[in-house]
């Protein structure tokens, strides 16, 4: 099968409120991360979403527009009677933050068929799961994702991991301290933010991150930081990368697009410092955007 598989929760979103006017797309950080992958790879690139569907009007509006855009599914189950998660984003100048509406949203059920999520990885040469796959989870669909990761890792793939700490799908600090720390243990590339590990770890510098990450077994990590340098440390050094200049509207997303952009820039055989550099010039352009998803065109322009 080869190609990229991500693990994760697609929610109907709502940006760029103008009063009560809402525009509804479709987002998630691991689904915003597939759109660049798919974005920035050829056509022929295998690229699958891989979570649990519901069977109502918007799951189906949300399966084809995946599919509308070269994104595949996989085995993701259909569920009947489950539905959608929907997020609102608020924004103060262009940071964000978000109102959820997603407790009883299909995609947690996303790993209760441990078979089918099994042969949605197989094969991959890219498997990409995040910290908010993890925590919509109950505890036994943690630990089944982290099986199949580690099966899909052990049969060959490039696991790549962003703890994306969001407190409010965690029962307790400790929990997710606990649940991230197991993920990175079996990810091959680490794509952390810093101000998410500094809220959930205490690390006092993102340099604190990269050696903590680093005690993993993690061999290449970059620590984005906003409109700071991202910290990128792979091949035995230790590198910062500035971040590209914006006119941002909405931040939205952009750990997610950086993470598709070094992702594809990776997989087209530039080392991890080129990698993030292109990375940097992809969401600085998606911040210039309402909503997680920029134009796939837009991305590709500033890929270069
Ligand atoms: N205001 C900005 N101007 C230019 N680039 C930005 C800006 N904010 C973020 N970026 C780009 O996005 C990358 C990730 O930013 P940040 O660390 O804020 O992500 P994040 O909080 O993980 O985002 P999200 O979780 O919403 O996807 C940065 O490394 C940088 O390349
Ligand atoms: O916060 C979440 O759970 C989301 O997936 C919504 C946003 O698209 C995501 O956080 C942006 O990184």
């Not at 099968?1 to 950080?29: H, V």
């Not at 441990?114 to 943690?142: C, D, H, W």
């Not at 703890?163 to 091959?188: I, K, M």
């Not at 933010?193 to 510098?205: H, I, K, S």
Request: proline share 4%; hydrophobic share 40%.
């Amino acid at each position: 099968m080869g190609g990229f598989a991500a693990i994760g929760e697609c929610m109907i979103e709502l940006s760029g409120a103008n009063g009560d006017q809402w525009r509804m797309g479709f987002a998630g950080d691991t689904l915003n991360t597939t759109w660049y992958v798919r974005a920035l790879t050829k056509t022929e690139y295998p690229v699958d979403y891989v979570t649990a569907f519901g069977d109502d009007p918007f799951s189906m509006k949300q399966r084809a527009f995946l599919n509308e855009n070269g994104i595949q599914t996989a085995n993701s189950p259909i569920i009947a009677g489950a539905r959608p998660g929907l997020y609102a984003i608020s924004l103060t100048g262009a940071e964000r933050s978000f109102t959820y509406w997603r407790n009883d949203a299909a995609a947690r059920q996303l790993a209760d068929d441990t078979e089918a999520l099994a042969q949605s990885l197989a094969g991959r040469e890219i498997v990409y799961f995040s910290g908010i796959t993890m925590g919509i989870l109950s505890p036994k669909n943690r630990e089944n994702v982290l099986n199949a990761v580690k099966n899909a890792r052990e049969q060959g793939s490039l696991i790549v991991f962003d703890a994306n700490y969001r407190p409010r799908l965690w029962e307790n600090a400790d929990t997710a301290q606990q649940v991230l720390s197991d993920a990175f243990r079996v990810t091959d590339i680490a794509l952390p933010t810093f101000p998410d590990e500094n809220a959930l770890f205490g690390d006092a510098t993102p340099d604190h991150t990269a050696d903590r990450i680093a005690g993993f077994g993690v061999g290449e990590i970059v620590v984005k930081d906003g409109t700071e340098p991202a910290l990128v440390v792979a091949d035995g050094r230790r590198t910062n990368v500035p971040a590209t200049i914006a006119k941002a509207v909405d931040t939205t997303g952009a750990g997610d697009s950086f993470n598709g952009g070094y992702i594809a820039s990776r997989l087209a055989g530039f080392d991890p410092v080129k990698a993030a550099a292109s990375a940097h010039r992809v969401a600085a352009r998606v911040v210039e955007f309402h909503g997680a998803l920029a134009p796939m065109s837009e991305a590709r322009a500033a890929f270069g």
